[in-house]
């Protein structure tokens, strides 16, 4: 089971950490992912992290700004958003597979319920 926490409601050029906490299942056996969603829209990735080594990918949109971690020992992901602006908002959802990281959602096994993340102007 996947759970995220973290989100809110923060002004545009804020800071929020979103967390994504596991259980039943060790997060170092996975890719993990993070996904983002609007209503109406699917899906869009947006950032990832390797299973067996720190590596990191982000989409274009959130590059240098997002950053995803992991916490083997806590069993937690966490993705860092600064600098946030009104299109970030959206619900975000993270997600774990087996094998290598991808990008694409249909890729991913096992899903968190999201958490919202509004950003105002």
């Known amino acids: 089971q996947l759970v995220e926490s973290g989100g809110g409601l923060v002004q545009a050029g804020g800071s929020l950490r979103l967390s994504c906490a596991a259980s039943g299942r060790s997060i170092n056996n996975y890719a993990m992912a993070w996904f983002r969603q609007t209503p109406g829209a699917r899906r869009a990735f947006v950032g990832y992290i390797e299973r067996t080594d720190p590596t990191t990918y982000y989409a274009e949109s959130v590059k240098g700004r997002f950053s995803i971690s992991r916490d083997n020992a806590e069993n937690t992901l966490y993705l860092q958003m600064n600098n946030l602006k009104p299109e970030d908002t959206a619900v975000y959802y993270c997600?774990?597979?087996?094998?290598?990281?991808?990008?694409?959602?249909?890729?991913?096994?096992?899903w968190g319920q999201g958490t919202q993340v509004t950003v105002s102007s």
């Open positions: 997600a774990a597979r087996g094998g290598v990281a991808l990008t694409t959602e249909g890729n991913y096994n096992f």
